[in-house]
């Protein structure tokens, strides 16, 4: 009997092109490393990674797909759209992108304000040292800075007392529409897909909103697997993948290896009977 093998997939990884810690080749070496046959890098709100990553990962021999983690706002919510395997020079999704990023460093100065009413200054420099990509600042270099300067003892902890709805630090920000994001994914001949839907706190009635919302707009897929599910989020998003038509995504959502309990490539597989995302790349 033939043996098939199971193909170790990641399609969900950052680098220091916007928060992770290492830079886009190493990643793509510590996939190879890690026997990784297909990575996307996904960083958020930016793609000028990509080319670094992918002549790592095809002198290591492994399948690139070239990716991006699109904020958008979505029933009063950050909503974190994946695109996969589109065209890195369509214009429309290089200057949506943009317009993103430079929303982001105004948004910066005012957490830097929240944290000084809370008795913290100094945060929007201290987090730009963080930031090697400085249009990407974001909440993950303020938790570093936190960290830092001993107001929490690691990152995880910060966004349980910082930085999040009804907390210090947290702002609420326009980032770009759902129908946007899809819009520019689709029309630079990618995939899009739904990251870690079961870290948003939205209720069942809300969560099939979205799931609509996104289907109608012409979403094709979702994370089943992520590195922030757990096995209850595994069968609630495997039924949901099965019930709406969706193809099913994985990946580790790898931000460095100090601070991701998942490592790059360390995602379980897809279940069997799920048709995987990868079935629709080019
Ligand atoms: P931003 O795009 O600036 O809003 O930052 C979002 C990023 O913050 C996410 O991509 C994660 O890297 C990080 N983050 C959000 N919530 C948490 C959490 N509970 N624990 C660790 N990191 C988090
Ligand atoms: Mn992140
Ligand atoms: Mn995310
Ligand atoms: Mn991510």
């Excluded at 830079?23 to 996939?31: G, I, K, L």
């Excluded at 009804?166 to 946007?180: D, F, I, M, N, S």
């Amino acid at each position: 009997m033939a043996v098939v093998p199971v193909l170790i997939v990641d399609l969900h990884s950052h680098s220091r092109a916007s928060d992770g810690l290492l830079s886009p080749a190493d990643v793509a070496r510590r996939a190879a490393v890690n026997g990784v046959d297909i990575l996307a890098l996904t960083d958020h709100d930016e793609t000028n990674g990509l080319p670094h990553a992918r002549a790592e990962a095809e002198r290591a021999g492994l399948r690139f797909i070239d990716g991006v983690e699109i904020s958008i706002e979505w029933g009063g919510l950050q909503v974190h759209i994946v695109g996969l395997d589109f065209d890195v020079g369509s214009a429309a999704l290089n200057a949506g992108l943009e317009a993103i990023r430079s929303g982001r460093v105004t948004r910066a100065r005012r957490m830097s304000a929240e944290l000084e009413k809370a008795g913290i200054p100094g945060c929007f420099e201290g987090a730009m040292r963080y930031a090697e990509n400085p249009n990407l600042i974001g909440r993950s270099h303020f938790a570093r800075y936190l960290v830092e300067i001993g107001v929490c003892r690691d990152v995880r902890s910060v966004f349980e007392s910082y930085l999040v709805p009804g907390k210090p630090g947290y702002v609420t920000h326009q980032w770009a529409t759902l129908a946007e994001s899809v819009g520019w994914i689709l029309g630079a001949g990618g995939v899009a897909a739904i990251a870690h839907p079961g870290r948003y706190k939205f209720s069942r009635l809300e969560m099939r909103n979205l799931l609509d919302d996104f289907k109608g707009l012409g979403g094709q897929a979702i994370e089943v697997i992520s590195g922030s599910h757990s096995q209850e989020h595994l069968i609630q998003f495997s039924r949901l993948a099965r019930e709406y038509g969706f193809l099913a995504s994985c990946g580790s959502d790898f931000h460095g290896p100090e601070e991701s309990h998942v490592d790059v490539g360390g995602n379980a597989p897809l279940p069997a009977d799920l048709t995987p995302v990868w079935t629709a790349f080019r």
